[in-house]
């Protein structure tokens, strides 16, 4: 079975520094794997997807992720943090075994002080 | 483009009564799906359509939930009865992907519809 852990539940950085938000999964074939945010009382937006192509993929925002097969990770990082950025970041892993569905991590919530 | 419309965004009820949800994909989309999302969790699927037809409700609580998409469009979820475990945000989201392909994987999310049950 796939699973995904995101390995803080809370992330708070100065504005103008860097964001990295972790994440390990758990497949037994080739994942397609995605980072989605969510704001305060918004719909989740899609970040960025890897999708076995490159493995540095990047995404709007300023944000990217990295596809380290030997880790298990797709890590998000972003090298100088907004106000703006603040809200919930999700990471999710899908394979189509599992009939392309989506399982979620538990969410990592970004503070970014002024 | 519209995206995809959930209603009502509030709903607050007793336990033991029911409540539905509704959601409208965006155009064209063939697969929909309903996800639960209680407080501090990332969200959970619940069931998962492709046109009018279920690919996957494994995770659906069928004692007490049920979900419909009878014209293979809109989408009706429904409660009942409800239990305070149901307080949560209920997401609606569609793709265009049909789940047998190399997975695009965007998923277009609605506002949600937030669940309190007293």
């Known amino acids: 079975a796939q699973s995904v852990t995101q390995l803080d539940s809370h992330v708070s950085v100065s504005e103008g520094t860097p964001v990295l938000l972790r994440c390990n999964y758990s497949?037994?074939?080739?994942?397609?794997l995605f980072w989605y945010v969510q704001h305060p009382n918004k719909g989740l937006q899609l970040l960025l997807k890897y999708t076995s192509a490159a493995t540095l993929v990047k995404g709007i925002n300023g944000f990217e992720a990295e596809f380290k097969k030997s880790e298990t990770s797709f890590h998000l990082t972003k090298p100088s943090a907004h106000m703006s950025d603040a809200a919930e970041y999700f990471c999710?892993?899908?394979?189509?075994?599992?009939?392309?569905?989506?399982?979620f991590g538990g969410g990592t919530r970004l503070m970014v002080k002024p | 483009e519209a995206g995809v419309a959930q209603s009502p965004r509030y709903k607050i009820i007793e336990k033991r009564q029911s409540v539905a949800f509704w959601c409208n994909p965006i155009?064209?989309?063939?697969?929909l799906y309903w996800y639960q999302q209680i407080l501090g969790q990332g969200p959970k699927l619940l069931i998962q359509?492709?046109?009018?037809?279920?690919?996957?409700d494994s995770q659906l609580p069928k004692d007490r939930f049920s979900a419909e998409r009878l014209k293979g469009v809109d989408s009706t979820l429904k409660i009942q009865p409800a239990k305070l475990e149901d307080s949560a945000v209920y997401l609606c989201?569609?793709?265009?992907?049909?789940?047998?392909?190399?997975?695009?994987?965007?998923?277009?999310f609605g506002e949600g519809s937030r669940l309190t049950v007293l």
């Open positions: 989201a569609s793709s265009l992907d049909h789940g047998r392909q190399p997975n695009t994987g965007e998923l277009f």
């Open positions: 999710v892993v899908s394979e189509i075994r599992a009939g392309n569905m989506l399982t």
């Open positions: 497949s037994s074939y080739s994942p397609s």
């Open positions: 155009s064209g989309h063939a697969t």
């Open positions: 359509f492709q046109n009018n037809g279920v690919v996957d």
